[in-house]
């Protein structure tokens, strides 16, 4: 069982392409990219039903894009949640670059 008020943690799972959020050691969600370059696209993130309505999408967001920052590298925000994010936080407008089409014909074949 999860223990509610467990900080959640924000890790990057280099194997699988992909920062995490852990609440309680339990995984509550994640957010996938792929590496094109210096840029890391970011192109679905997940949160699971029963973590849902908590901001942990939010808290997973922030934290992969504070480590993207602090790697060096771009963002490129194909997926819709984290692309809301951005434009709403506008700390993070330096890192962006644009969606390209063939950064979007990869996503099909992601």
């Known amino acids: 069982m999860t223990n509610p008020s467990a900080e959640p943690v924000v890790e990057l799972d280099q194997a699988h392409h992909r920062y995490t959020i852990t609440v309680g050691g339990q995984v ?10 210096r840029q890391r696209v970011f192109f679905h993130t997940e949160i699971g039903e029963e973590y849902g309505g908590q901001g942990l999408g939010s808290v997973l967001v922030a934290g992969a894009l504070d ?5 060096g590298l771009r963002v490129v925000p194909i997926c819709p949640f984290v692309k809301r994010y951005v434009e709403r936080h506008h700390q993070y407008e330096d890192l962006v670059d644009p969606v390209t089409p063939a950064l979007l014909a990869r996503v099909g074949g992601a």
């Open 67 to 71: 480590h993207v920052r602090a790697a």
């Open 28 to 37: 509550a969600g994640f957010t996938r990219f792929f590496d094109h370059d």
